[in-house]
T-cell receptor, first 114, second 116 residues
Framework: AQSVTQLGSHVSVSEGALVLLRCNYS??????LFWYVQYPNQGLQLLLK??????LVKGINDFEAEFKKSETSFHLTKPSAHMSDAAEYFC????????????FGTGTQLKVEL | EAGVTQFPSHSVIEKGQTVTLRCDPI?????LYWYRRVMGKEIKFLLH????????ESGMPNNRFLAERTGGTYSTLKVQPAELEDSGVYFC??????????????FGPGTRLTVL
């Protein structure tokens, strides 16, 4: 079984500041890990994914995440926040070879202030 | 290329009524999924189709929910009779063939269901 914990349901940063959204996972098998973003009135869009290749994963819009097995973490970062990054972010896990079901965290609402 | 589409975008019904949600996946995607997000909680898996077959329906809450995917194209999710706790946003997603778990799932905008 898998589970995901996202620390902080709301995160606020200043424009230009570092964005750090935390995700910890639990999985009985090697996981695949995903970050999705949802802008208002839109569907979820994939930012990046970890599928057991490089542990540092780069995604769209300068986001990246690092898979740390020892810490069971997959935190999302972006060096410099932009107003357009304001959205809800979801971390998700699926099991390798165990079907495609995604298990999501509760989401983190990112607010970017001037 | 058209993305995943869902209809309706919003639905408000009374307790005891029936509602049918529709999802049109990306053309050529054999995998189709339904998820639900109840307000304030996480997005939860409901079920997974591979073509017209149910691969995994372990997340379906109870027998008031019926999902179909006739012909392996679009899918419907019927709730009958609806209860207050069924309120939430229902997402549909699709992905290419394969069940390795690594394929990106493309999500629709969701149907917001409100049961009064």
């Amino acid at each position: 079984a898998q589970s995901v914990t996202q620390l902080g349901s709301h995160v606020s940063v200043s424009e230009g500041a570092l964005v750090l959204l935390r995700c910890n996972y639990s999985s009985s098998v090697p996981p695949y890990l995903f970050w999705y973003v949802q802008y208002p009135n839109q569907g979820l869009q994939l930012l990046l994914k970890y599928t057991s290749a490089a542990t540092l994963v780069k995604g769209i819009n300068d986001f990246e995440a690092e898979f740390k097995k020892s810490e069971t973490s997959f935190h999302l970062t972006k060096p410099s926040a932009h107003m357009s990054d304001a959205a809800e972010y979801f971390c998700a896990v699926s099991a390798t070879g165990g079907g495609n079901k995604l298990t999501f965290g509760t989401g983190t609402q990112l607010k970017v202030e001037l | 290329e058209a993305g995943v589409t869902q209809f309706p975008s919003h639905s408000v019904i009374e307790k005891g009524q029936t509602v049918t949600l529709r999802c049109d996946p990306i053309s050529g995607h054999d995998n189709l999924y339904w998820y639900r997000r109840v307000m304030g909680k996480e997005i939860k898996f409901l079920l997974h189709f591979v073509k017209e077959s149910k691969q995994d329906e372990s997340g379906m809450p109870n027998n008031r929910f019926l999902a179909e995917r006739t012909g392996g194209t679009y899918s419907t999710l019927k709730v009958q009779p609806a209860e207050l706790e069924d309120s939430g946003v229902y997402f549909c997603a699709s992905s290419l063939i394969g069940t390795s778990g690594r394929n990106e799932q493309f999500f629709g905008p969701g149907t917001r269901l409100t049961v009064l």
